[in-house]
């Protein structure tokens, strides 16, 4: 069973990294990727991000998005990083909150 630092599909592109790119990782290579894990290795992610890019969310998605953005939506808030946010269809539950962070004056 393969237990390297991602997806299976991931495999090749995991063997090339040593020669071509980086590997920064929280855990220890070979670590199962339990879901539970997954907000603890987006906080690297997040630190090398320069903003935020929101493409779909509900409206039940707001809470937790808005709590990190630090309440300013187009501003980053507390992560200092500027906010992108892809227009969807008004009909769309799924486009609920990148529509709102633009009303909020996200990019």
């Known amino acids: 069973m393969w237990r390297g630092c991602g997806?299976?599909?991931n495999r090749n592109l995991e063997r090339q990294l040593p020669s071509k790119g980086l590997i920064i990782a929280e855990f220890q290579m070979?670590?199962?990727?339990?879901p539970m894990n997954f907000?603890?290795?987006n906080r690297i992610i997040r630190g090398?991000?320069?903003?935020?890019?929101?493409?779909e969310g509900a409206q039940y998605n707001?809470?937790?998005?808005v709590q990190r953005l630090g309440n300013?939506?187009?501003a980053g808030g507390r992560s200092g990083r500027e906010v992108f946010a892809v227009p969807g269809n008004i009909t769309s539950?799924?486009?609920?909150?990148?529509n709102l962070l633009i009303k909020q004056g996200a990019s």
């Open 7 to 9: 997806p299976v599909e």
């Open 30 to 34: 070979g670590s199962t990727a339990f």
């Open 39 to 41: 907000p603890i290795r």
């Open 48 to 55: 090398m991000s320069v903003g935020w890019l929101v493409v």
């Open 62 to 65: 707001r809470g937790r998005l």
């Open 72 to 74: 300013h939506g187009a």
């Open 93 to 98: 539950k799924m486009s609920w909150l990148p």
